[in-house]
């Protein structure tokens, strides 16, 4: 099963993970100065270009959850495609916002189709012990994309132009692309020993997750979490603008290092959660951390002390979401012939919360009332949720 093209493939689809990560999260620094501000677009409106990735995932995770459970193969190459056409189309149609929003929505479908193949994909690529962990590591590939996003898009913005940005960032995942599409076309998707993977009707893939009440609860779980994640993406960069008085780059910077966090996290929480079998707790802990952290950010003012407990932030969020969206797998009732749907259905409701957090953000106008509201309400839900989590059958045995 395993060889030097495994890591190949495994390596290609990780930049086109990473180029999601990037081309979606650039927004975030840029939303005010250039969307609202020179473009003239309602906040309400310049979100949804953030939004668009989880609304899309939404609507279209369950369809490409099934399809990349049949051929991860075509589904991760559809993903590429997507990314390779769009990009560069959001280029084209800069000068206009709404010609502009509808190809970022077709951008946007393309991280469906890739972030419901991470599982299918490495249990095709690596034994099963080494896929559960693996798994993860996409998630690490997506952060590190927002991160570099973080740091690089307004500095390269307000230098050379959106449109010029985005027709860089378009050629440069045009490239990646049409790479992957050329490496995995003569690979092999079948499944190992024999498994058969079936394409379930929408009604029979949700009730085989939520015939197990901690898919349920999971469910729930990532709902809150990707909200609260979002929500940060879009919103605090503001926040500590408006109410802090720093700069948009120095605002970035704070999220670059909260999204550094979610790499350290995403890296090494999953791994250590299936190495001791010990998911539940880590359900309690990370969301009381995060709540530590968010009370701290409201009375802190030092600059370099907000970049620490963002980063610490960022290590207890993020790696909420990897451990959802692949344990379903690890549940028999789901295991890898249905790992696309169990991980399509927890992406449902990760991105349910994800599309309504950084829209209904303006509800809240002050800075201690939006933390408190967006971030430390949903992360104590959480943690009551975790202690309803049980540890999936697998691990029992």
């Known amino acids: ?46 979100e949804m270009l953030l939004s668009s990735v989880p609304f899309m995932l939404v609507l279209f995770s369950y369809f490409a959850g099934a399809y990349a459970d049949l051929s991860p193969k075509r589904s991760t190459t559809v993903a590429a495609i997507l990314l390779g056409i769009f990009t560069v189309l959001r280029a084209v149609f800069s000068f206009n916002f709404t010609c502009m929003f509808l190809a970022n929505l077709g951008f946007a479908l393309s991280a469906a189709f890739a ?31 927002q991160i570099l996003a973080f740091f690089i898009s307004y500095p390269l913005v307000s230098s050379i132009g959106l449109s010029s940005a985005l027709f860089i960032t378009g050629i440069v995942s045009s490239i990646v692309a049409i790479v992957y599409i050329l490496v995995i076309r003569n690979w092999n998707d079948s499944l190992p020993d024999r498994v058969v993977s079936r394409r379930l009707p929408i009604t029979e893939g949700f009730k085989l997750v939520f015939s197990n009440k901690s898919l349920i609860v999971l469910s729930l779980i990532a709902l809150f ?26 605002a970035s910077f704070i999220n670059a290092f909260i999204m550094i966090g979610c790499l350290i996290g995403a890296m090494s929480i999953p791994d250590l ?8 707790l880590f359900f309690i802990i990370l969301p009381i951390v995060v709540i530590l952290m968010l009370l701290l950010s409201i009375s802190i003012k030092e600059y370099s002390f907000l970049l620490l407990i963002s980063m610490v932030l960022g290590i207890a969020l993020f790696p909420i979401y990897p451990l959802g969206v692949h344990l379903p797998s690890a549940f028999s009732s789901v295991g890898i012939r249905n790992a696309g749907i169990g991980s399509a259905i927890i992406l449902i409701f990760a991105n349910i919360g994800g599309t309504i957090f950084p829209i209904i953000g303006s509800l809240t106008k002050g800075y201690t009332s939006s933390i408190i509201v967006f971030g430390i309400i949903p992360m104590a839900i959480i943690a009551l949720l975790g202690l309803v989590f049980e540890d999936p059958d697998t691990y029992r045995s």
């Open 225 to 250: 979490d990707i909200g609260v994640f979002k929500w940060l993406a879009g919103w605090y960069p503001k926040l500590n603008i408006t109410f802090k008085g720093l700069d948009p780059a120095k």
């Open 1 to 46: 099963m395993e060889n030097k093209r495994s890591y190949v493939i495994f390596g290609l689809f990780g930049l086109i993970t990473l180029l999601i990560g990037f081309n979606w999260f650039m927004w975030s620094p840029i939303l005010k100065r250039v969307i609202e501000e020179q473009m003239g677009v309602a906040p309400v409106f310049s």
């Open 115 to 145: 972030f419901t193949s991470w599982s299918p994909l490495t249990y095709r690529l690596f034994s099963k012990d080494k896929a559960t962990r693996i798994t993860a590591y996409f998630t690490a590939f997506l952060t590190l994309g």
């Open 273 to 280: 959660s299936h190495r001791t079998k010990k998911v539940k």
